[in-house]
């Protein structure tokens, strides 16, 4: 026992003083971390001048090089290190300088092959762009030749990719662009106007998203007379349809198949879906970075929360909305099976690429307004919270009409008078405090409509207590009995808030911090998501070309975002304009919105993380659609069908992933992320053993 402890003393002695001798330091340069050992030696070892050798290790490739310096006295450890890795890092940029040459070089011979040949092997393109990524001319080329060939899907993914690089060397590598005489812009506006083409073959259902790239493609160079001879045309096209449509369904209801009320809404809705002038399409997008001046300032006049349509929700938006402390207290609503199950109507389904996909759709409820809204009232001047409202039985508000464009495209004359009108009425209504009519009960369960062809169902009970839900015509009742003793007594009512159009103004049950990411993000959207929302996700050869370090973009170099403004949001109002004013006076809207820098507004919004979060699910999607499960459960329909139910019950139920024994997925959304991805990959592993191995077998 004792020769053994000896031992282990000495084997600790000797671990000491070496750790001792032992000096390590850590840098970051160029982005890439660097780690520095050397053997230190006690000051009374040092000759007047020292060798010192040095192991520098990189992170980026872990890599170890060794260096001999040459230390004198009064030289620290620190310099030891810092002279080490500089020279380390100007070696590895210097090697990496020289085999950039020699990749571009053979880039351009590759280059040089696919136009002298007149290939129609893309093979050579992307050898070229995978050895010179920043390289446009290149890129150009990948995508009119996937235009040409019809893959239309990769032409779009390179236009993007495209116009990412575009935006990265506009500000980083500006030299290569002065090499190459190129203009940027034209190169951008170019990328936007093969998207918009692509777009466009790909069929009707993206003639949207066409129309956002040729404005893109023309907010970028007005100047690109091909991108506006296109937008005119998708334009004119859409239109024509539109009005068709619209015809059709008018002789219907003459036929008698739609009522009356029925065919005025259909007409309206007819009329708000046609693609406006392009000059005015210009000035509803303006393409800006984020130290731009950014004046807007949200009124919650709720014309958003009414005209809204394809509210794309994530696993993490539905998980976050089922905890809005609100839904909890009117509720109990605290997890996704019970938000899916109180408000089901809400929840409009469609497929893509046979992958389930879930949005809200405000424009189609049945009440005009999302389900999660709530109309606005004050009592004495004070805003009641959607927790009153619901208590005060206002949630339901009178028949809505939408506004209508004639009511928006003011003339200045028009604009004049109905700011004199509405100082007129703010007066009446300080005046009549106090006298307002009798509303209808509801819960917000009671509107929508469910006019989608998908509907998905949970596939388990709720385990959750039910006791407290949509139980609001009792209280009601009693709440009308108070309101019209109040009334009696002479007591203030709750008086509508109403926007500038006259329609009852709207909040949102969620609030700020629950609401989906989309409602968040209003009226911004990162550029190439607005140009096509789908696609994000790199390829390996992607990844291994932005992960070099010298290529890394920092932070948001070059990164353009698209405001949109759309007509009815007052938040885009001219000065003085009069607005909704739900606030009192110390709260009120200002008459001049607040300008501040659009990256102020993003980081109040959060943004950054909840784009990142819509990015995690897009890459979901777009993995699970390219792991070729769909196709292969093509021929057996119910196979499809079970898939595609049980995803919609991790994609769009995440609280079900949680262990048994919690309340729901408790932490940060990557939690939510993490079982959300878990849970995917252990499904589709499953259905690829049982249906795409056994086909193999
Ligand atoms: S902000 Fe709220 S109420 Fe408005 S559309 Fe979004 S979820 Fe609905
Ligand atoms: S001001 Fe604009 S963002 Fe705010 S509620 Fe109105 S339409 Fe929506």
Known sequence: MTSIAANNDKNNNNGKTRLQKTKRGMRRVDGQTFIVTFQKKKLEEFTTEEAIEVDVYCQTDSSTSKVVLSRTKDQDDNYVIDEAIKIIASK???????????????????????????????????????????????????????????????????????????????????????????????????????????????????????????????????????????????????????????????EGSQDGLLDEEE?????????????????????????????????????????????????????????????????????????????RKKFKKSFHWTVKNGLPICYLRPIKSETGRCHYSYPLYHVNGTLLSYDETVKEGLLEEEVYTPVKPEEYNLTEEEELAAMAKFQEDELDEINTIGVTEEKNEGSADDAGDDE??????????????????????????????????KKKKGKSLPVSVLNSYNRQALGCALGEKNMPNMCAGYPIAKELSWADFWHVRETKEEKEQNADVYRTKRDHDGEKIVIVKTDACEGFYPDNMPRTQPFTNVNAVPAVAREQPLDDFIKHNDLDRRWEETDWFMKLIDEVSSSGIIDALNDDKEAKRNFQTKLVNIWFNPDKLANEKTIGLQGSWKTVARAVDAATKKLVDEFRAKYVLEQLD
């Open 92 to 250: 590895r940029k210097e090697k990496y300088e020289n085999e950039k040459i020699k990749k571009r070089e053979k880039a351009k011979n590759l280059f040089m092959e696919y136009l002298s040949t007149n290939s129609k092997d893309d093979k050579l393109l992307l050898e070229g762009a995978k050895l010179w990524p920043e390289n446009l001319h290149i890129r150009v080329s990948l995508t009119s030749h996937y235009l040409k060939n019809g893959k239309l899907e990769m032409c779009i993914r390179h236009c993007k990719r495209l116009v990412t690089e575009a935006r990265r060397n506009n500000n980083t590598s500006a030299a290569v662009f002065e090499e190459l005489g190129t203009d940027i812009s034209a190169i951008v506006s170019n990328a936007y106007k093969i998207m918009g083409d692509a777009l466009v073959q790909v069929g009707e259902k993206k003639y949207k998203h066409a129309i956002n790239a040729y404005v893109l493609s023309l907010r970028e160079n007005e100047s690109n007379a091909k991108a506006r001879k296109a937008l005119e045309q998708l334009r004119i096209s859409m239109n024509e349809k539109s009005e068709k449509d619209a015809e059709e369904k008018v």
């Open 452 to 485: 989608d062809s998908e509907d998905y169902d949970d596939d388990t009970d709720d385990d959750e207590d039910d006791n407290n839900e949509g139980k609001s015509t009792g209280t009601d009742k009693v709440v009308n009995k108070k309101r019209k003793d």
């Open 263 to 339: 065919e005025k809404k259909r007409k309206i809705i007819a009329a708000a879906n046609v693609v406006g002038e392009i000059e005015d399409l210009l000035s509803h997008h303006q393409m800006v970075s984020r130290d731009t001046n950014f004046k807007f300032q949200c009124t919650m006049c709720g014309e958003c929360c009414r005209q809204a349509d394809n509210i794309f929700l994530s696993p993490t938006d539905i998980w976050r909305m089922a905890r809005t402390p609100s839904l909890w207290k009117q509720f109990h609503i605290r997890t996704s099976m019970k938000l």
